[in-house]
Nanobody, 122 residues
């Protein structure tokens, strides 16, 4: 079992950048497919990015070219680098893990962090 802790959220102006971190304990992140989701007030939690055990990456269309997911196995941490942020991307960002597979639905992730708030001002 893995425990996930997100950090790095905050307030940023439109067009700005943030880097989110997801630190894992209990198991190594290399053992899991790791993903980022986000949930805005009153909306469903939506997929943002995924990195597989073989380091293949996948992104939601809305963030392609602006967000980058990566993993540092030595630090047991997954990152989400976010550039050119937009006000509509204000949300709580969650890190999630599952044992394997390319899965974009939140319903199939077994482990979740507590989330970190990202607020993008216009």
């Amino acid at each position: 079992q893995v425990q996930l802790t997100e950090s790095g959220g905050g307030l940023v102006q439109s067009g700005g950048s943030l880097r989110l971190s997801c630190a894992a304990s209990g198991r190594t992140v290399s053992s899991y497919a790791m993903a980022w989701f986000r949930q805005a007030p009153g909306k469903e939690r939506e997929f943002v990015a995924l990195i597989t055990q073989s380091d293949r990456t996948y992104y939601a269309d809305s963030v392609k070219g602006r967000f980058t997911i990566s993993r540092d196995n030595a630090k047991n941490t997954v990152y989400l680098e976010m550039n050119s942020l937009k006000p509509e991307e204000t949300a709580v960002y969650y890190c999630a893990a599952r044992l394997s597979g390319v899965v974009f639905s939140k319903d199939f992730y077994n482990y979740w962090g507590q989330g970190t708030q990202v607020t993008v001002s216009s």
